[in-house]
């Protein structure tokens, strides 16, 4: 299973992966989810995957032959040029592979999310569907999940606010997010890695990669349980009606 997420801000992108693989809960690996492609000053991208690994595993590397060759990402005159990019590479791979896959029972699963900015044009976030079209984040929706999402969803929903909610802040809610998502699953797990994008840098300086029982990792943990718990406790009391004032349910004979 996998956790990946994309957070869009006024002040840049949180981009965060797990990097557990598996194929049942006595068989689990490791694999980087977190792909970036660079040219500093003029373009820089981070893709994350999900889905089947040998097909996400394709995709990128179509992806960095051509950007490697200066095309593809490599000339991209905007990031949803890069989604039609990414789009276009799940395409190749579906030519391939979708049929052999199809026929043995297995779906065609790859899904991809993709942040960051070309010179010139404001940063952005879009997730790419297997079929290869691109959905843009948007001011309103300001982040994109792939993966075992629905636990770490709530908190991200509460708390992100592409107007106000700073970028160090948006990691803070990334971590948290991971942190519901592995309480609950065991299938997504660490290393977590985050990058962080500031608007107009084109270059990754902000990078970090939590392994198991990393110490600021769990410090965080233990302090978001601890405030959760006091915060519910500071709430209002509930006033419950004497059950003896209740009225009777009439029995329809």
């Avoid at 194929?23 to 490791?30: E, I, Q, T």
């Avoid at 106000?164 to 592995?182: E, G, I, P, R």
Wanted: aromatic share 10%; with cysteine.
């Amino acid at each position: 299973m996998t956790y990946c997420l994309g957070i869009m801000t006024h002040e840049g992108l949180v981009m965060a992966s797990d990097s557990r693989t598996n194929a049942g809960f006595d068989d689990l690996n490791v694999a980087r989810k977190m792909h970036t492609f660079l040219q500093p000053g003029e373009r820089a991208f981070v893709v994350l995957t999900s889905g089947s690994l040998s097909l996400s595993q394709s995709v990128i590397n179509l992806l960095r032959s051509s950007f490697d060759a200066g095309e593809g990402l490599g000339q991209a005159g905007s990031l949803y040029e890069a989604a039609r990019e990414v789009g276009e590479a799940v395409r190749q791979v579906a030519l391939i592979d979708r049929e052999a896959l199809e026929r043995d029972k297995y779906n065609f699963n790859v899904h991809l999310l993709l942040g960051g900015q070309v010179r010139g044009e404001a940063p952005s976030l879009y997730l790419i569907y297997p079929q290869g079209n691109p959905l843009n984040a948007t001011f309103d929706s300001p982040f994109l999940q792939l993966g075992e999402y629905k636990y770490g969803r709530p908190i991200l929903d509460r708390g992100v606010v592409y107007g106000s909610t700073s970028l160090n802040a948006a990691a803070k809610y990334a971590l948290l997010s991971f942190d519901a998502t592995m309480r609950s699953n065991v299938t997504v797990g660490p290393p977590v890695e985050l990058m962080l994008y500031r608007n107009d840098t084109l270059d990754f300086d902000c990078y970090r990669r939590f392994l198991a029982g990393d110490h600021e990792l769990e410090l965080i943990h233990a302090r978001w349980e601890q405030s959760l718990r006091r915060a519910v406790e500071d709430l209002p009391d509930i006033h419950f009606t004497d059950p003896s004032r209740q009225p009777q349910q009439q029995i329809l004979v």
